[in-house]
């Protein structure tokens, strides 16, 4: 059975816009009512499906190698990679310190 299907989490969320426009000047509103928007359809569209793939397959640590020796590895599946490179991608990390 599938996973029901969400939508752009961000356009279906009319407190948050509100409380947005409410507080931030109309300029940055601007800017960040379209961001969310994008990211709100990215979510949906590829992020939402990443995160269900990391939820079936978490990371494994490895701790010795087939010899004994200690080798201290952690194998991720690809969707561990993907999202690090999203998270890159939309600046999620530098976001919190940028000044607007």
């Not at 569209?45 to 010795?64: A, K, Q, T, V």
Request: hydrophobic share 40%.
């Amino acid at each position: 059975m599938d996973a029901p299907r969400m939508g752009n989490l961000y356009l279906e969320d009319p407190f948050l816009q509100g409380y947005l426009r409410a507080h931030l000047p109309a300029q940055v509103f601007a800017k960040v009512n379209i961001d969310l928007e994008r990211f709100g359809a990215r979510v949906r569209d590829e992020i939402g499906f990443l995160g269900r793939e990391c939820e079936l397959n978490p990371p494994r640590l490895l701790h010795f190698d087939a010899w004994g020796q200690r080798v201290d590895q952690v194998t991720t599946c690809p969707a561990w990679k993907r999202l690090k490179d999203i998270s890159a991608e939309e600046s999620l990390v530098a976001e919190g310190y940028t000044r607007r």
